[in-house]
């Protein structure tokens, strides 16, 4: 083989280091696949990622998996460390979103790695993408409604809340017809507990579970049935579920009314409605609910109505009644 032979053969079966990913960008991707080796952090960047708001509040992450908070902050702080999220803390709340020079990486990686296994099912994925537009549309056009009735607070901020209410009302349940008057229904009492004034207003309690599909709402339709308007009743739920428990529901009709009850939801904890109360009652949530000055917070341990038979269901209806009856003595003498 001549030296020319040679030397062609050389170029062409050495590689190209044109395209070749550097040192410093490689230790950079490293790094960030290193962070994201792990399901609850990959889950939380996901989470994070897909929110309708583009950012998610520390609140929204504690409820994706069963750990402590300061595992969510460890997990948290290792995705700030490679530079995939930035946060900003608002109030007692601390909010996170996808770094903008790593948005285009991120959505590469969710939308390449995410399993076919558990995306919906083709049909599903159409019609969802179908509906999300107009929904869109309808929410902003509920905004503007809103914002010109409610003339007494920041007309951009009532757009923001709109919005926040249908995006939390999203997480847990199916887009159909109902989600616009569930979403008005719920941005409304928001509003007013962003409007409230705790030292003029009546008591206000807010009960809190963790699906809002049973105690909370049981305890929320008493406190309203009992006190005729000498005290005001919420209810939120730390991981709300997509409805009222069936075995719950026949005895929210008893309390206030088969039309009333039929129209009952599951909502999410909002900081609002905690800033609003006077009194949080958690009832098998634990600690979810931020600390609030003046505030009052009790704790009630009481039967979980989806682990209950029936009679044992109607046993926790008394038991929250008579727990009912007591707060509001307190609270109104």
């Not at 062409?12 to 040192?23: R, W």
């Not at 803390?89 to 996808?98: A, C, E, P």
């Not at 039309?259 to 979810?288: H, I, N, Q, S, Y």
Request: net charge negative; aromatic share 4%.
């Amino acid at each position: 083989m001549t030296t020319a032979e040679i030397l062609t053969d050389a170029k062409a079966c050495a590689p190209s280091s044109t395209h070749a990913i550097g040192p410093d960008a490689a230790m950079i991707v490293a790094a960030a696949l290193k962070a994201l080796a792990e399901p609850l952090r990959l889950r939380m960047l996901s989470a994070i990622a897909t929110d309708p708001r583009g950012e998610s509040c520390v609140c929204d992450l504690a409820e994706l998996a069963e750990v402590s908070q300061p595992t969510v902050s460890h997990h948290l702080k290792v995705l700030k460390e490679t530079g995939l999220l930035l946060s900003e803390r608002r109030g007692t709340w601390v909010w996170y979103r996808i770094a903008p020079a790593r948005q285009r990486a991120v959505s590469a990686l969710l939308d390449a790695f995410a399993p076919a296994a558990v995306a919906d099912a083709p049909e599903q994925a159409e019609s969802r993408a179908q509906a999300l537009p107009v929904m869109d549309g309808r929410i902003t056009r509920l905004g503007e409604e809103l914002a010109d009735e409610v003339t007494g607070l920041d007309r951009d901020l009532v757009i923001v809340i709109v919005r926040e209410s249908y995006a939390g009302l999203a997480r847990s349940a199916k887009l159909t017809q109902h989600m616009i008057p569930l979403t008005e229904r719920f941005a409304r009492q928001r509003l007013a507990d962003v409007a409230r004034d705790r030292a003029t207003g009546v008591p206000q309690v807010l009960f809190v579970c963790v699906q809002n599909a049973g105690r909370s709402q049981l305890a929320a339709a008493l406190v309203n049935q009992l006190a005729g308007g000498r005290v005001i009743a919420r209810s939120a739920g730390s991981m709300p579920a997509a409805d009222v428990h069936p075995q719950v529901r026949p005895l929210l009709a008893g309390i206030e009314g088969e039309e009333t009850a039929a129209t009952a939801f599951p909502k999410p904890l909002t900081d609002d409605a905690v800033r609003a109360a006077d009194v949080v009652v958690t009832m098998g949530c634990g600690d979810v609910c931020p600390i609030i000055p003046g505030v009052s917070y009790k704790d009630w341990a009481v039967g979980d109505p989806a682990l209950a038979s029936p009679e044992g269901v109607e046993a926790i209806r008394d038991d929250i009644e008579r727990r009912v009856r007591k707060l509001i003595a307190a609270l109104t003498d």
